[in-house]
């Protein structure tokens, strides 16, 4: 029987997760953390989304583009209705600090926006849409 593809992972699936073999150590260093029995050390995992704001350049081009208006329409490819889990860094400090303050239960957390449908097409379409405002109110 075919496993079941899970589309949207939880905190509590990070045993199932998979990774890239690039990504393989990052994920062996977090499984070498969360075996820690040591009574004295705390160790905790928060896993964010795409990283952007406060010099990111997770974004930067389309941003340049916007702002630029080369070219015209910002170039999409594709559908782009993949979704992906974003979180600014600010709001990625704050998780942080609660993690710190609050000792979860719960070693592994996952930190994104809550953003209701984060696609590529939304998020690009909000870059593009935002600064035309801006544009437009000077």
Not at 36 to 59: A, H, M, Q, R, S
Not at 79 to 104: A, F, G, W
Request: hydrophobic letters at 40%; a positive charge.
């Amino acid at each position: 029987e075919e496993p079941k593809k899970i589309l949207l992972y939880k905190e509590k699936d990070f045993i199932k997760r998979i990774p890239h073999r690039k990504y393989y150590h990052n994920k062996m260093v977090e499984t070498l953390a969360l075996a820690n029995t040591n009574p004295n050390l705390k160790t905790y995992i928060v896993c964010p989304g795409f990283i952007y704001g406060c010099g990111e350049d997770l974004f930067f081009d389309y941003f340049r583009m916007s702002w630029l208006e080369k070219p015209k329409p910002i170039p999409i490819l594709g559908e782009s209705m993949n979704l992906i889990s974003t979180i600014h860094v600010l709001d990625l400090v704050q998780v942080i600090k609660k993690v710190l303050r609050n000792k979860p239960i719960t070693r592994y957390t996952v930190a994104i926006d809550k953003t209701k449908y984060p696609s590529l097409r939304n998020i690009l379409s909000s870059i593009a849409g935002c600064l035309v405002i801006t544009m437009l109110s000077r």
